[in-house]
């Protein structure tokens, strides 16, 4: 177990765990999917027994794109410093992601609270990947979605640290209830439901957290001048207009299983990538009319 948070340490074991292993060569990328023109994904928590892996994987072997946000929380430095948890999978999603930039997909990683070791090398590149604080993505219609992972609007991380820190491993205590819970549906042949996501939706606290972040990341965005805003962090996917400003949450990888894509006309639609390996809209696919251009 780590006493204390070293990210030269973290850097030198991904390192080694990212070194090529025998029998995981390339995997082809065209298995009949989709090309769009941007995807956004966060919230993946590689380094802990939640991240779903092998779906996200999957998820990227039908669908590329010609620029990829990774929008924080890629990497769960909060729970390594714990204990070091890497299963090949994780490795193999590294892999896949440093391929797709190898082979001209620009990828773009905003860090947020989970990965905020790697806010201190914004500004330089890692293995073709660009590193930085926050972005501001162009659509095909010309609008403006600043791309930011959106831990600075949670008053938790901010103020409390430490209770963040509590919640977190309340969290994972959460997720490895519902892993043992979707192991029986499995059995009873039931679909994936998530505890977490259930219980987000029906505690009254919870609910009044989820509006006022989406309320505060939304004013942000207008306050800078853009059109939209695309976060994570809440592990809430969700696109809608809050006030003039088109508010895009693409989810999570531990939970929903979602990313947001960007069609070549700008559409912008939500997407959830089921287990048995097709794609089904968790949120309206169409933009709102009255969102300006």
Request: net charge neutral; glycine share 10%.
């Amino acid at each position: 177990m780590r006493a204390a948070f070293d990210a030269q340490g973290l850097a030198t074991d991904l390192a080694s765990a990212l070194r090529p292993h025998e029998g995981h060569g390339d995997e082809a990328v065209e298995h009949g999917g989709r090309r769009h023109r941007a995807m956004f994904i966060s919230d993946i928590h590689l380094g802990t027994p939640g991240c779903q892996a092998d779906a996200l994987l999957d998820f990227l072997k039908h669908h590329t794109c010609d620029t990829l946000y990774l929008v924080g929380d890629i990497i769960d430095g909060w729970q390594l410093r714990r204990r070091w948890y890497w299963p090949q999978a994780h490795n193999d999603v590294v892999q896949k992601i440093l391929r797709a930039a190898r082979k001209g997909t620009r990828v773009v990683y905003v860090p947020g609270n989970h990965d905020e070791f790697a806010r201190q090398f914004a500004g330089h590149p890692f293995g073709g990947i660009e590193l930085v604080q926050h972005a501001v993505h162009t659509t095909a219609d010309g609008r403006q979605l600043w791309v930011t992972h959106g831990d600075h609007f949670d008053g938790v991380i901010q103020c409390a640290k430490w209770l963040a820190y509590v919640g977190d491993n309340l969290y994972e205590f959460t997720l490895k209830l519902n892993r043992h819970l979707n192991s029986l549906r499995a059995r009873l042949g039931l679909p994936y439901w998530s505890l977490s996501a259930y219980l987000k939706g029906r505690v009254k606290k919870a609910l009044n957290y989820v509006t006022d972040f989406e309320v505060a990341v939304a004013r942000e965005a207008r306050r800078r001048g853009h059109q939209g805003v695309v976060c994570g962090h809440i592990h809430r996917a969700e696109m809608r207009e809050i006030d003039g400003v088109l508010y895009c949450n693409d989810g999570d990888w531990v939970e929903s299983r979602t990313a947001l894509v960007e069609h070549h006309d700008g559409r912008l639609e939500l997407m959830q990538w089921e287990p048995v390996g097709h794609a089904a809209a968790v949120a309206p696919s169409r933009q709102p009319e009255d969102v300006p251009a």
